[in-house]
């Protein structure tokens, strides 16, 4: 099984799309859980951003992998139907913050939450930090999920969590934020957490959700 494991890896690497989804194909057939696939397909786009950052990829190969990626995602949906059943009110605000652009990492995230049944409300990129706190309001978010690569975005994210205090919502609302992030950037945003990738991203939201319906339940 690690031999197919490096196959596919190696494909999105390569970025041969026929060959991705021949090997997802395959792995939904034998009865592979569905997040591992995806999780494969994950680290094949992490080589891609390797091989952006050296240099020997360019940006519309970094783009094309993203493409790949929810292309895998569309074909274990829709062959597995393994989407988890979510209450309506647990909905994600998702958005790239005020003064950033960059999307990539945002809409992976995205598609990985949605697989997992999440409702995730999807605000774009140079989102002001007003327009956070009225979307929450609007949508009934229990989490917010902050985006950003720039080093400008760190004072974007702390206004944001600043706004959403004013209009009353924390510490209810949960602040997560993703990107060019630390915990050091965590501490001055007074953000609640802080993921280094997609995957951690929706392991954590699930399990604030998971500790919000128990404590509901007690």
Request: aromatic letters at 6%.
């Amino acid at each position: 099984m690690r031999m197919v494991e490096s196959m596919l890896v190696a494909a999105v690497t390569r970025l041969d799309v026929d060959k991705v989804l021949a090997l997802a194909v395959s792995e939904i057939q034998s009865g592979k859980d569905s997040i591992e696939i995806i999780e494969e397909t994950r680290q094949g786009m992490t080589q891609v951003g390797h091989l952006y950052d050296q240099g020997k990829y360019f940006l519309a190969d970094l783009m094309m992998s993203a493409e790949i990626f929810k292309d895998v995602i569309s074909l274990v949906s829709d062959q597995t139907n393994a989407i988890a059943v979510i209450e309506p009110s647990a909905t994600i605000l998702f958005g790239t913050v005020k003064k950033d652009i960059h999307d990539i990492g945002k809409n992976l995230m995205i598609s990985l939450l949605r697989f997992n049944g999440h409702k995730v409300i999807d605000l774009g990129v140079d989102v002001a930090p007003e327009r956070f706190a009225e979307g929450c309001i609007e949508h009934r978010a229990s989490i917010v999920c902050l985006s950003g690569l720039i080093t400008q975005s760190y004072d974007s994210m702390r206004l944001t969590v600043q706004a959403l205090e004013k209009m009353g919502l924390r510490p209810g609302v949960k602040v997560v934020i993703g990107g060019l992030v630390n915990e050091q950037v965590r501490q001055y945003t007074k953000a609640d957490y802080w993921v280094k990738d997609c995957s951690e991203g929706v392991k954590l939201c699930s399990s604030l959700f998971n500790l919000k319906t128990h404590q509901e339940i007690s």
